[in-house]
T-cell receptor, first 112, second 112 residues
Framework: DVKVTQSSRYLVKRTGEKVFLECVQDMDHENMFWYRQDPGLGLRLIYFSYDVKMKEKGDIPEGYSVSREKKERFSLILESASTNQTSMYLC???????????FGPGTRLTVT | SQQGEEDPQALSIQEGENATMNCSYKTSINNLQWYRQNSGRGLVHLILIRSNEREKHSGRLRVTLDTSKKSSSLLITASRAADTASYFCATDVYNQGGKLIFGQGTELSVKP
């Protein structure tokens, strides 16, 4: 079974802190994605990556950056956390030829 | 309106009844996918239907796709309390390299 893990289930940070969210997949997937999920807004794509060291902006990249140094790991970075970044963050991965995405359990981030 | 709009937003039924959820989209797609999310967890892939398919079955799930109307429906037959979850459609838009666009979801409640 494909497994996508995220570093934390719950995280509380203060405004202005630098925050790292880690995602690891164990099935050699080329594609990896970061979403945020907010009530009434559904899932919105923040960034995605097709390969190591490659990244592309999604629909809402402002205030975020990403890093993919190894194929299995995709990190989301909040350079200076703000209260409007309080949300559920979901990581996903997929094979190019398969198209379905496998999701991690999510990280509920609260910025106070 | 957004790509991947879902209807209804919420649905409450009794165990044993069928549940039908609808999804509409705007642009050409490679495929359309349905996902399930239990409260506070990651999404789980249910079924994928390709743009050249009209109907697909998986256990108690039946998905239809009408590309002329740009719409899809998910039918869950003989529902169980354990089917209580949010259900999302996601469109794999043509020429977007595997990015998915998610609808806002239908919240299904199955009462025992």
């Amino acid at each position: 079974d494909v497994k996508v893990t995220q570093s934390s289930r719950y995280l509380v940070k203060r405004t202005g802190e630098k925050v790292f969210l880690e995602c690891v997949q164990d099935m050699d997937h080329e594609n990896m994605f970061w979403y945020r999920q907010d009530p009434g807004l559904g899932l919105r794509l923040i960034y995605f990556s097709y390969d190591v060291k490659m990244k592309e902006k999604g629909d809402i990249p402002e205030g975020y950056s990403v890093s993919r140094e190894k194929k299995e790991r995709f990190s989301l970075i909040l350079e200076s956390a703000s209260t409007n970044q309080t949300s559920m963050y979901l990581c996903a991965s997929s094979l190019v030829q398969e198209r379905q995405q496998y999701f991690g359990p999510g990280t509920r981030l609260t910025v106070t | 309106s957004q790509q991947g709009e879902e209807d209804p937003q919420a649905l409450s039924i009794q165990e044993g009844e069928n549940a039908t959820m609808n999804c509409s989209y705007k642009t050409s797609i490679n495929n359309l996918q349905w996902y399930r999310q239990n409260s506070g967890r990651g999404l789980v892939h249910l079924i994928l239907i390709r743009s050249n398919e009209r109907e697909k079955h998986s256990g108690r799930l039946r998905v239809t796709l009408d590309t002329s109307k740009k719409s899809s429906s998910l039918l869950i037959t003989a529902s169980r309390a354990a089917d209580t979850a949010s259900y999302f459609c996601a469109t794999d838009v043509y020429n977007q390299g595997g990015k998915l666009i998610f609808g806002q979801g239908t919240e299904l409640s199955v009462k025992p």
